[in-house]
């Protein structure tokens, strides 16, 4: 696999869960980026403590098999090779001030951990991907229940509409955004991730740990 040089991530890209955090619905996909030194494993999934709320956003994750620059849907759909569940970390409390001073988020959604990976799954047809259900269990009870067909603007779309704003190159990996119920993370917590694709059923768990 090459090296990820970024994570593209969308905000938004469900009706509900910009409803739940009082959001309007974009125009367009809002973007940001999480840098390399932010991924991890769901085994070392670690969130700071002094900083507030830490809240989970479980997303699919998709990863670019070739280089995409001004490509179209169709395209994208093409060249992507893997998918997983990824929890895009997200200081809460640290966003909301963010947001109020019309900062950047990078310190709420980019730092060190801030993006957690299951493994990779290797799929023959976005289609499968696209049309696939995932939750998120926090302690035994179901906190996230998403269903990829609510997508506001689809996987393949939502690559193709990045890669007019950022070269795609082999290995990177785009977010593609949470769905309703999100909410925060404690240490100790038990985490379980299932995801139904096609005739596959998947699932991992996770034990929340302190980073500091
Ligand atoms: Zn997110």
Redesign the pocket.
């Known amino acids: 696999m090459n090296a990820i040089s970024k994570i593209v991530?969308v905000?938004r890209n469900y009706a509900a869960h910009a409803a739940e955090l009082n959001n309007p619905i974009p125009t367009e996909p809002l973007l940001f980026i999480k840098p390399p030194s932010s991924l991890t494993t769901l085994a070392e999934l670690r969130i700071p403590t002094h900083l507030g709320a830490c809240h989970h956003?479980l997303?699919i994750a998709v990863q670019v098999a070739k280089r995409l620059q001004n490509v179209d849907a169709e395209t994208a759909a093409r060249s992507l090779g893997k998918a997983t569940l990824a929890i895009?970390l997200?200081l809460r409390d640290v966003q909301d001030r963010l947001k109020a001073q019309g900062q950047p988020w990078e310190r709420a959604k980019a730092f060190d951990g801030a993006c957690v990976l299951a493994p990779w799954q290797a799929f023959d047809n976005l289609d499968t991907v696209q049309h696939s259900q995932f939750q998120l269990l926090r302690n035994g009870k179901l906190q996230q229940d998403g269903d990829a067909t609510a997508m506001l603007t689809p996987i393949a779309e939502l690559v193709a509409h990045i890669s007019h704003v950022f070269t795609l190159e082999p290995g990177d990996v785009v977010?593609t955004?949470?769905p309703a119920g999100v909410g925060p993370l404690a240490v100790g917590d038990t985490l379980e991730l299932h995801w139904q694709m096609a005739e596959r059923e998947l699932q991992w768990s996770a034990r929340v740990q302190a980073r500091d």
């Open positions: 991530c905000g956003e997303e895009d997200t977010l955004g949470t």
